[in-house]
């Protein structure tokens, strides 16, 4: 039997070294994997390349990482409300890859299941398939790095003939997941919207690193309920289900008038 558990959410990024690429879960802040991320930081890990949905907001999720200057390059496919991202990158200090969010999702499944490339049609016409999106800019705000031309062909999609654009997949040294449950041998099951990016990071990562609220034994999940099976999984720790949640933005309605 395969024992994937560690102690402690510091030994499971212990090994994760200056200049990494990381896959990281999370939508907006459903699902971030911060007990992962606080431990990197506490570690001093920097110069990182990170692929994520987005970076969190300025004092949670990825924001963290990026306000104490750990991260190098983002790529994601949605900036948000995280002020220090826009001005990192605006002034040149942090590169970004942006990515339509279907593509991204893609990019992170295909790099999992050993698929180098595909084609979409998602960007045809536009600066992701022509080049020319700013990557990084220079201190006077000029284009210092730009995205590449991509290739694009003519495919026959129902006796119509459409132009496709070429993505190359993602993979990445580790991926940093949040899982609602898990077992020790790495099986996961996750929880609402949590679900959207955190099975395709951990799909991504060479070496797969989870934080699970409630860790089970093998045999207790119905493998029927299994979202991601535990081949993908490489270490995984308890954090416990009051591990602290945020909401990006709460809406509320208006009492009764």
């Known amino acids: 039997m395969i024992d994937k558990t560690v102690a402690s959410a510091a030994e ?4 994760i070294p200056d200049g990494a690429s990381l896959a990281v ?9 911060i007990a992962l991320i606080e431990a990197l930081l506490a570690q001093g890990t920097r110069d990182l390349s990170v692929v994520s949905n987005n970076c969190g907001v300025d004092d949670w999720g990825l924001g963290i990482l990026l ?31 942006l990515t339509p969010q279907g593509t991204l999702a893609e990019k992170l499944r295909a790099g999992g299941s050993g698929i180098a490339a595909f084609y979409t049609q998602t960007g045809v016409g536009t600066q992701v398939a022509e080049g020319g999106l700013p990557r990084r800019y220079d201190a006077a705000g000029g284009i210092a790095v ?3 031309v991509k290739d694009v062909r003519t495919f026959d999609v129902n006796g119509e003939q459409r132009e496709f654009v070429l993505e190359e997949a993602i993979t990445t040294d580790f991926s940093l997941v949040h899982a609602y449950q898990g077992d020790r041998h790495g099986n996961l ?3 609402k919207a949590a679900r959207a990016f955190n099975p395709l990071a951990a799909m991504a990562g ?20 299994v979202h991601l099976p535990g081949v993908y999984v490489h ?3 308890e954090v416990g289900p009051d591990i ?6 709460r809406t509320v309605r208006e009492g009764n008038r």
Not at 12 to 15: G, I, L, P, Q, Y
Not at 76 to 89: A, P, T
Not at 244 to 249: Q, T, W
């Open 12 to 15: 499971a990024v212990a090994d």
């Open 189 to 191: 099951v996750f929880r």
């Open 206 to 225: 060479r070496t797969c690193i989870v934080q699970v609220e409630h860790l089970v034994e093998p045999g207790e999940l119905d493998p029927d309920a």
């Open 235 to 237: 270490r995984i720790v």
């Open 146 to 148: 730009a995205s590449p």
């Open 67 to 97: 306000g104490a200057g750990r991260i190098r390059k983002m790529t994601s496919s949605y900036v948000g409300e995280n002020k220090e991202f826009e001005r990192q990158f605006l002034s040149g200090e942090l590169e970004l890859e």
């Open 25 to 33: 879960g999370g939508f907006g802040l459903s699902g971030n994997p």
């Open 244 to 249: 602290p949640k945020r909401i990006e933005k």
